[in-house]
């Protein structure tokens, strides 16, 4: 899972970013209402934590600019404890949920979790890399027209890729995604998992679209 944090206290950002790096989640850090609008606009992220008060403008004034923009992307907004009218505004621009401080790290980190397992509901169902066709709804793939019949993890992974083309994926994302958060991400399960996927949609075919890149994961698309 990615997350983009917009928060511009440097301690409360840190203490997330390390925190959800031991969850293995892939958190970036953005600290002002442009640097979190760039990133945000740039990136491809399962969920944006945006803090009301930043330096430049609010977290309210930029989940409406990234709503209005077209994003999807689910966003939990972080208020103070006694900030009704701040919650109330964040819903109604357009933020999912939203956590007021001080909170509990644990319910941060199954909220961001729930809300990710949202995401795919709001993306396209059908997908076309190359002349490789991917259905996330039916669970249907084909290869040249070749229908291709995939386990669930295979699915699984596929479906990681695809919503992530041209990114690099790193272990822990990967597993994180496919497996559960006690899975260990340095066994060779996943070169296995990876080399079943690969026989069966590149195998036979071109472009090949999966790529190995040594030390950094995996890469997918033309």
Known sequence: MRVLIVEDDPNLAGL?????????????????????????QGGSFDVIILDVRLPGGTGLELCGELRRGGSSTPVLMLTALDALDDRVRGLEVGADDYLTKPFAFRELVARLKALARRRPALSPARYRIADLEVDLGT??????????????????????????????????????????DNHDPFANV???LVGRLRRKIDDGFEPKLITTLRGAGYRFGT
């Open 16 to 40: 997330l970013r390390d925190g959800l790096r031991a969850q293995r989640i892939d958190p970036t850090l953005a600290a002002t209402f442009a640097e979190g609008r760039d990133r945000a």
């Open 139 to 180: 669970r249907q793939v084909h290869r040249r027209g070749q229908p291709i019949t995939l386990s669930a993890k295979e699915f699984a992974l596929l479906e990681l890729f695809v919503l992530n083309q041209g990114r690099v994926l790193d272990r822990s994302t990967i597993t994180t995604h496919v497996w559960d």
């Open 190 to 192: 996943l070169e296995v």
